[in-house]
């Protein structure tokens, strides 16, 4: 049995630590402060969830970060990363909805292009939030092309797969 003044000392330690860890958190500070904000307040970006899916693509609308990793963007925005090698592996490794113009709001939405395929975020409103919108992450809506909007972008000439669930990857 532990005597009183071995728990101080443990307590102590315990305490010591802590108040470290607090000290440090905003010389810390970075992408991670997202994803523990996330975990703190539900129904926010990339907490897991389609409208959390959606709000991390909105938050990070303009930027170029992702180009040439739609997948990861994708996953991302769910909280994760590293699940699938590409967006190809994604949609043949999830429950597919082929041809399906009528995703659910932050459904993965694909579309056939290139080794690797592109990837998307439904917004449920026949848009989608993806990397490679004028070359970032941008939201084109049903009236500015809907999910045919690759067809016309010069030199992609990308068909339109269909949808996936919108939930955190995994296999």
């Not at 907490?47 to 709000?55: E, F, I, K, L």
């Not at 490679?132 to 009236?143: E, F, M």
Request: with cysteine.
């Amino acid at each position: 049995m532990s005597t009183l003044k071995e728990k101080f000392v443990k307590v102590a330690a315990v305490l010591a630590f802590a108040t470290a860890a607090v000290a440090t958190a905003p010389a810390m500070a970075s992408a991670h402060t997202t994803i523990a904000a996330s975990v703190i307040a539900p129904n926010s970006a990339a907490d897991g969830t389609p409208s959390g899916a959606v709000q991390w693509y909105q938050n990070h609308i303009g930027s170029t970060g992702w180009e040439g990793y739609c997948e990861m963007a994708a996953e991302n925005s769910y909280g994760t990363t590293g699940v699938w090698a590409s967006a190809n592996a994604h949609w043949f490794g999830a429950p597919e909805h082929p041809g399906d113009y009528s995703p659910p709001l932050g459904a993965f939405v694909y579309w056939n292009v290139g080794s690797y395929g592109h990837v998307g975020i439904s917004d449920g409103a026949g848009g989608f939030y993806a990397s490679s919108v004028n070359g970032a992450i941008g939201h084109i809506t049903k009236s500015g092309g809907g999910y045919d909007y690759w067809r016309n972008v010069a030199g992609w000439n990308a068909t339109y797969r269909g949808w996936t669930p919108g939930a955190v990857p995994h296999q």
